[in-house]
């Protein structure tokens, strides 16, 4: 089993700024990938950023290259830096695990709302 708790979200203008945090505890492998994850209402969930354990490693969404960084810590924990951000990356933002042993757990989901 892992763990996931996530925090970091919130309400922000147009143009500002948020970070997410995402701690993973538990069952971890080496060779994971780890990533955020966004759905709003109505809408599919969709890849925003993924990185790959140990910080080699990363992809972004078209929509959010050049405002949005995935980064990795030691401690088994990832960020997502928001800057610029606009009203449609309102949504709710899920950190995601993933493995060579197809172990998938989610994160609780963490509200980003993006309005003025």
């Known amino acids: 089993q892992v763990q996931l708790v996530e925090s970091g979200g919130g309400l922000v203008q147009p143009g500002g700024s948020l970070r997410l945090s995402c701690a993973a505890s538990?069952?971890?492998?080496?060779?994971?990938?780890m990533g955020w994850y966004r759905q709003a209402p109505g809408k599919q969930r969709e890849m925003v950023a993924r990185?790959?354990?140990?910080?080699?490693?990363t992809w972004y969404a078209d929509s959010v290259k050049g405002r949005f960084t995935i980064s990795s810590s030691a401690k088994n924990t990832i960020y997502l830096q928001m800057d610029s951000l606009k009203p449609e990356d309102t949504a709710v933002y899920y950190c995601?695990?993933?493995?060579?042993?197809?172990?998938?757990?989610w994160g609780q989901g963490s509200q980003v709302t993006v309005s003025s």
């Open positions: 990185i790959t354990s140990g910080g080699g490693r």
């Open positions: 538990g069952s971890i492998f080496n060779g994971n990938i």
């Open positions: 995601n695990y993933y493995d060579s042993y197809e172990n998938d757990y």
